[in-house]
């Protein structure tokens, strides 16, 4: 396999300058070109980190946007026999101004392949890709295709023309992208696009509301904003810290503290969800190496935010989030139900300390990230939306190919997830008693996801 796939190499894939393909003899004379190459290796990926991270200066993008989170992802959850990378980078008179993190995902009973997909790197695949299963939470809240700001809008046809070329070569038969977000070039610029597109069926949906913190003024004027029963729910939990029965709140700063304290999160967030009959997000320890390894780089490039909260018992909450260009991404919590503390609710504590922070630290936002919790819009009105996008290229392959996919994955889905809970019964219990507490737990699950709805 070659390092990368080039599409005109040696020549612009388009005008920068026009909205349309020009002649081959007029393109030659044009100084303003735009070329595309597809990334199709591990090394070229990781060569592209220096103009990666330039180009992320450059655009709106987020934490979840940066190299090392990206090549992190691909390295802990992506890389698999059914999945091929595939970065659009598109390049205007050599400089990088658009790098699109794209791969192939292939659903294949035997050697038939049934679809392949192409996805956003970060998003939620999981081990069992090859069969359709795909944990479309993922990890990663926000996800979008970089883009430099000053370029959006002549990048989005040549970036379109790349896309379209990969469909073509590969026979693609989906385009899926999670975690879009209302803010994201993708969102903005691409979507319409492909969505006027009479020769595509592209659908969307809501999948998420991401509730935002802006940074207003100060502190205490951004107190008086909240309602008087959230304002002294934030002011009770900052008080118990001068109480004996309260808490301490501490930074983790040493690099060698970070991987013991994102232990001791583990088990609190573990425990917490077991209890329920829930796996936990680290029921998958790949996720564990992930975010510590992440946790390490943000540390030393000064984005990282990690404070504990510890009462006479010991930990009873800890608080993880990522900064970058003025936004605090809210991103791991974990607290103890039975400390002794716990009344003063040490993890909203904890918030407030990051809230805080990033006033003092001129911040520009503070992202509570995904899920509509009561606590979020306790502290703020303003709410973004993440999306789930799917345009087909191929309708007549699609039909039938489609039903038989989506019937193999809910089958797999299904099986995996209840098996998954199974597990979580039987590492709590025995094998024998595990039979037991799984119909009880399983029938609360859906109690109160139905009580929920």
Known sequence: ????????????????????????????????????????????????????????????????????????????????????????????????ICIAPLYIGETRILNFSLQKRLR???????????????????????????CDVDAEDEVVKPLFEAIQQLVNDNRIDHLNFEHINDRSFVKRKLYPLLDTNKELTSTIRETDVCPTIHLNNDFDAYLMELSSSSRRKLRTSLKAETKKDGYEVSEVTDPEEVDNEIDILIQMHQSRWNDLGYPGAFFDTRFEHFIKEFAQIAQKKGQLWFKIAKDKKGHCATRLAFKYKG?????????????????????????????????????????????????????????????????????????????????VSLLTFTVLKEATLFQVQKNLHNSLKALLEYPRVRYEILKYKYQDD
């Open 327 to 407: 936004r605090y991404y809210d991103y791991l919590t974990s607290f103890d139900y039975d400390s002794p503390s716990s009344k003063y609710r040490p993890g909203i504590g904890l918030l407030t300390h990051m809230i805080k922070d990033a006033f003092e630290n001129d911040g520009r936002t503070v992202e509570l990230l995904r899920g509509d919790e009561a606590y979020k819009f306790d502290l703020t009105s303003d709410v973004h939306k993440n999306w789930s996008w799917k345009v087909s290229f191929n309708k007549e392959r699609n039909k039938l190919l489609t039903i038989l996919t989506d019937t």
């Open 120 to 146: 956003l790197m970060g998003d939620g695949a999981s081990i069992y890709g090859s069969w359709g299963y795909r944990d479309t939470y993922g990890r990663s809240d926000f996800l979008d295709i970089l």
């Open 1 to 96: 396999m070659r390092d990368s796939s080039v599409y005109n190499n040696s020549q612009p894939i388009s005008d920068a300058s026009a909205d349309v393909l020009q002649p081959e003899k007029s393109r030659r004379t044009k100084v303003d070109t735009i070329s595309a190459e597809i990334i199709t290796d591990l090394s070229s990926f990781k060569n592209l980190e220096t103009e990666w991270d330039n180009l992320l200066e450059k655009t709106e993008g987020t934490i979840y946007s940066s190299f090392n989170w990206i090549f992190g992802w691909w390295k802990h959850f992506g890389e698999n026999a059914f999945r091929t990378l595939s970065i659009v980078v598109l390049r205007k008179n050599g400089r990088v």
